[in-house]
T-cell receptor, first 111, second 112 residues
Framework: GENVEQHPSTLSVQEGDSAVIKCTYS??????FPWYKQELGKRPQLIID?????GEKKDQRIAVTLNKTAKHFSLHITETQPEDSAVYFC??????????FGTGTRLTIIP | EAGVAQSPRYKIIEKRQSVAFWCNPI?????LYWYQQILGQGPKLLIQ????????DSQLPKDRFSAERLKGVDSTLKIQPAKLEDSAVYLC??????????FGPGTRLTVL
C-alpha cells in the first residue's frame, strides 16, 4: 500500500521567516496531494492541494511543490505568523480516493 | 453549506464496554470515511463507504469494530468490546468525489 513519510516532525521558526515541510510517497500512481492544518483539539482543515498534472500551486502565503519523478512534495509557508502554529499533515491518494496521511509536523512560530 | 456533523463529541467508557458514534455527512457527498486519530499521529483510515457500500475496510479491526451506512447518508461506527488502545479521536469525513475531504469535529473516546 501507499506509504507517506513526512519531515520534520517538529519545526520552530521565527515570526516572519519561512517554513518548509517535506513529504515523500511510495505509490507512483498517486495523483492528489492535499495538506491539512490541525489546531489543538480541532478537526483537520484543508489548506492547499495539488494534482499530479501541476508542479506548483500558490495561495497567498502558502505554496506547494510536487516532483513526481522523485515522488516528493513540499509545503512552503512564507512570512509566518503566530496563527500558523499548528500540526500540519500531508497526504496522498492511493486508489479510490483513499488518503494516506503523513505523521505530521508540529510547527511553532516564535514571536 | 452545512458541515459534517458528529456525535457525541466526547465519550468516556470502561474497557470491555460498547460505544457507538454517529456521523451525518454533507448533503450529496457520496463517499464517507471513518478515521482513527491517536494522539500525536495522523488520521488512519478505518473504513470507506461509497453510498451504502463498503469500498475499503482493510484496516478495520473487524473482531471489535463495525460500521454501517444503511441508507447511504448517515453512518454509525461501533466498538464492542472496547480496549484501552482504542482511546483516540474518531473522525468522520466525506467527499463529493473531487478528492477534497471535509472532516467532522470528531468524537474523543477515552477508554479507562
Amino acid at each position: 500500500g501507499e506509504n507517506v513519510e513526512q519531515h520534520p516532525s517538529t519545526l520552530s521558526v521565527q515570526e516572519g521567516d519561512s517554513a518548509v515541510i517535506k513529504c515523500t510517497y511510495s505509490d507512483s500512481a498517486s495523483n492528489y496531494f492535499p495538506w491539512y492544518k490541525q489546531e489543538l483539539g480541532k478537526r483537520p482543515q484543508l489548506i492547499i492541494d495539488i494534482r499530479s498534472n501541476v508542479g506548483e500551486k500558490k495561495d497567498q502565503r502558502i505554496a506547494v511543490t510536487l516532483n513526481k519523478t522523485a515522488k516528493h512534495f513540499s509545503l512552503h509557508i512564507t512570512e509566518t505568523q503566530p496563527e500558523d502554529s499548528a500540526v500540519y499533515f500531508c497526504a496522498a491518494t492511493w486508489r479510490n480516493e483513499k488518503l494516506t496521511f503523513g505523521t505530521g509536523t508540529r510547527l511553532t512560530i516564535i514571536p | 453549506e452545512a458541515g459534517v456533523a458528529q456525535s457525541p463529541r466526547y465519550k468516556i467508557i470502561e474497557k470491555r464496554q460498547s460505544v457507538a458514534f454517529w456521523c451525518n455527512p454533507i448533503s450529496g457527498h457520496a463517499t464517507l470515511y471513518w478515521y482513527q486519530q491517536i494522539l500525536g499521529q495522523g488520521p488512519k483510515l478505518l473504513i470507506q463507504f461509497q453510498n451504502n457500500g463498503v469500498v475499503d475496510d482493510s484496516q478495520l479491526p473487524k473482531d471489535r469494530f463495525s460500521a454501517e451506512r444503511l441508507k447511504g447518508v448517515d453512518s454509525t461506527l461501533k466498538i464492542q468490546p472496547a480496549k484501552l488502545e482504542d482511546s483516540a479521536v474518531y473522525l468522520c469525513a466525506c467527499t463529493d468525489n473531487y478528492n477534497e475531504q471535509f472532516f467532522g469535529p470528531g468524537t474523543r473516546l477515552t477508554v479507562l
